[in-house]
């Protein structure tokens, strides 16, 4: 279980090697993950993934969340995971870029759904943990 003191978590070991390897990430390596998070979640023509619950990552790390009683926890693993990712990019000018190309978001949700899949992982099964790490999984 993630500690809090005052605004900083101190996560888990498994969960902190993944947000220490997202801050010292690429440029390069942000946008193939961003590309590896949109493939995961978006189907050939375009759409988004249908009802495939591995592929539809909120309600499925909502769902996980809610029962486990670490919302609160998930929701500032979400903004870590955000940071670790503007932090990897460096200067604001890469970040705007990056943000204006929906490459950051893709990136920060990509982190973040593989720490959820550490911090949750009692919640979710093989598979649904592993097709939530699968796009940080393959950048590495």
Do not use: N
Request: hydrophobic share 45%.
């Amino acid at each position: 279980m993630a500690r809090c003191s005052a605004t900083t978590f101190i996560w888990e070991p498994d969960v902190e090697a993944i947000l220490d390897r997202a801050r010292g990430l690429s440029v390069p390596e942000i946008l193939r993950l961003a590309a590896l998070y949109r493939r995961a979640t978006t189907r050939l023509d375009g759409e988004p993934a249908g009802p495939d619950p591995a592929l539809d990552r909120p309600r499925v790390i909502s769902i996980a969340a809610s029962r486990s009683g670490r919302r609160s926890e998930v929701h500032q693993l979400q903004g870590a995971a955000g940071d670790a990712v503007e932090t990897a990019v460096g200067s604001e000018e890469a970040t705007h870029a990056l943000l204006r190309l929906g490459m950051l978001g893709e990136a920060e949700h990509a982190v973040g759904d593989a720490a959820i899949a550490e911090l949750l992982a009692d919640r979710f099964s093989p598979q649904i943990a592993q097709a939530l790490a699968a796009p940080w999984r393959d950048v590495r």
